[in-house]
């Protein structure tokens, strides 16, 4: 099963998600982007984080920074949630939070109040990327390996005893 962290200072919001998504991930609630990263630091398997922007302690965009900064973390599914609403699309900078969160590697948005078929289907469609990414890098490396074993391999072409070849077995 996979495992998804949930990173909201809003209690209906953890539990809201966890009710959507428990039958197919494994739920790790954090009230803080403070306790998160603690807990990334200490065991960095999770496959998706669902990150809320607007949080007491550390926003969601300095979580987000840590995250990506940490290169045992960095290839993470990272999807922020936000409420909407042109007060919270802004920062402090005037940049837009959803062009600054892809700029600093988010993988997408959520809007709250969340849509559940929504979520569903960003977070299926990374996972998936994700398997190839994964798939991708395990043959990587296996081609890696056999190129170094045939660069190993010194054989001697024109002493070869192979087999004639009749042309009446064609």
Known sequence: SYKMMIIDDDEI????????????????????????????????????????????????????????????????????????????LTSLEGINFEAEGYISGASGYVRKPIHAGLLKLKIQRQIYFSKLKREHAIYKQRLGIIKKLLENIDIDIDNLNLPENDSEDL
């Open 13 to 88: 919001t953890l539990d809201l998600v966890q009710a959507l998504m428990e039958d197919d991930y494994t739920i790790i609630k954090m009230k803080s982007g403070v306790q998160a990263l603690a807990q990334l630091k200490e065991d960095p398997d999770v496959d998706v984080i669902l990150l809320d922007m607007m949080m007491p302690d550390l926003d969601g965009m300095k979580v987000l920074s840590a995250i990506k900064e940490d290169k045992r973390l960095s290839g993470l599914f990272l999807l922020l949630l936000h409420a909407g609403g042109k007060a919270l």
